[in-house]
C-alpha cells in the first residue's frame, strides 16, 4: 500500500496519499490569520488568538455572530479581562461555526436567510 494519510469523518474514512495531504495542509493554511513575522514565542508553542473583528474578516461572519456565540458558550474562546479572544483554528473546526457556514453555491435561489415571516402574514 502506498504512503497514505487516514483522517476519521464520523463513521466514514478519508484516505489521502502523501501529495494530497500535504496540498489540503497549504490549502488550510489559507484560511487562517497569518503568523506575526515578530513572534516572541517559537512557532508551534502557543496559538494566535484573534478578537471577533478578526474573525469577521478572516470567515465573513459577522462579529456580532462570535460574540453571541462566545457568551452562550457555543465556541472555544478565551477570556482576558473584559475581553473575549479566539483561537482562529479552534473556532474554524468546532460545530457551531460548521452549521453556520454557507455552500459554496451560496444560498438557494429565493432563500433570504430571513426569519421575518410577517410579509408572508401580510398577503
Not at 9 to 34: H, I, K, N, T
Not at 104 to 122: E, N, P, Q
Amino acid at each position: 500500500m502506498p504512503d497514505v494519510v487516514l483522517i476519521p469523518c464520523g463513521s466514514r474514512l478519508l484516505v489521502l496519499d502523501r501529495d494530497q495531504f500535504e496540498q489540503a495542509l497549504r490549502r488550510g493554511d489559507s484560511y487562517l490569520p497569518a503568523a506575526p513575522s515578530n513572534a516572541a514565542a517559537p512557532s508551534g508553542t502557543t496559538a494566535e488568538l484573534v478578537d471577533a473583528d478578526q474573525l469577521q474578516s478572516l470567515t465573513g461572519v459577522p462579529a456580532s455572530w462570535w460574540m453571541a456565540q462566545a457568551r452562550e458558550y457555543r465556541v472555544p474562546h478565551v477570556r482576558i479581562g473584559r475581553r473575549v479572544r479566539f483561537n482562529a483554528a479552534e473556532v474554524l473546526a468546532c460545530d457551531a461555526f460548521r452549521r453556520r457556514a454557507i455552500p459554496d453555491g451560496g444560498l438557494a435561489r429565493g432563500v433570504t436567510g430571513s426569519t421575518d415571516r410577517s410579509a408572508s402574514k401580510k398577503q
